[in-house]
């Protein structure tokens, strides 16, 4: 059975406090590992996809990892406006359901306090 | 990307009654999906909704309670049936872009006394 860790589940950073996400996963073989975020009350917001070990993504003070079986999600020098739900999702090489469906992690609330 | 919206975005509703929540995206897609997200918990997956093609649903969620239908590539509905507090939930589509990605829409928040 596909499953998807996130830890810690909350974490409160300071302005400028530079910080790691985890997101530990199992899946019979991996066609994509997916980071969003989530503002209360709103749909998720597509940020990243990794499809293969050693590769990286950034945007502004956001930079996704991906290894065999993790990926961190790392903040640097955070901001208020960066609070929000981290989810990660993956989509297995072979499901029992949708070719395309997502599993995704139970999400970790990232407060950056000013 | 992909820019998708749904209505109504909340409603209260009384136990017993239906609601459908329609999802209407920008751009043609193949696939879009409809996910439940209950308080303080992540996604899981109601149903992929295929265009001419009748819905696939995940375990745990049946037809009767969750009707879909995708009457062209760019639209969907989900109807909450017969419903019990249980059901208070946000509910989100989403679509699938080439590339992989999946979109979502704001997502319409439900309550049921």
């Known amino acids: 059975e596909d499953q998807v860790t996130q830890s810690p589940e909350a974490l409160r950073l300071q302005e400028g406090e530079s910080s790691s996400l985890n997101c530990s996963y199992t899946v019979s073989g991996l066609r994509g590992l997916f980071w969003y975020r989530q503002d209360p009350g709103k749909g998720p917001e597509f940020l990243f996809t990794?499809?293969?070990a050693g590769e990286e993504k950034e945007k502004e003070r956001l930079k996704a990892t991906l290894t065999k079986k993790e990926s961190f999600l790392h903040i640097t020098a955070p901001k208020p406006e960066d609070s929000a739900t981290y989810l990660c999702a993956v989509r297995p090489e072979i499901s029992s359901g949708s070719a395309r469906q997502l599993t995704f992690g139970s999400g970790t609330q990232l407060t950056v306090l000013p | 990307s992909a820019v998708i919206s749904q209505k109504p975005s909340r409603d209260i509703c009384q136990r017993g009654t239906s609601l459908t929540i329609q999802c209407q995206v920008d751009?043609?897609?193949?696939?879009m999906f409809w996910y439940r997200q209950q308080p303080g918990q992540s996604l899981t997956l109601i149903a992929t909704a295929n265009q001419g093609s009748e819905a696939t649903y995940e375990s745990g969620f049946v037809i009767d309670k969750f009707p879909i239908s995708r009457p062209n590539l760019t639209f969907s509905t989900l109807t909450v049936s017969n419903m019990s507090p249980e059901d208070s939930s946000i509910y989100l589509c989403s679509v699938d872009i080439q590339g992989g990605e999946q979109y979502f829409g704001p997502g319409t928040r439900l309550t049921v006394t």
């Open positions: 990794l499809y293969s």
């Open positions: 751009s043609q897609v193949t696939m």
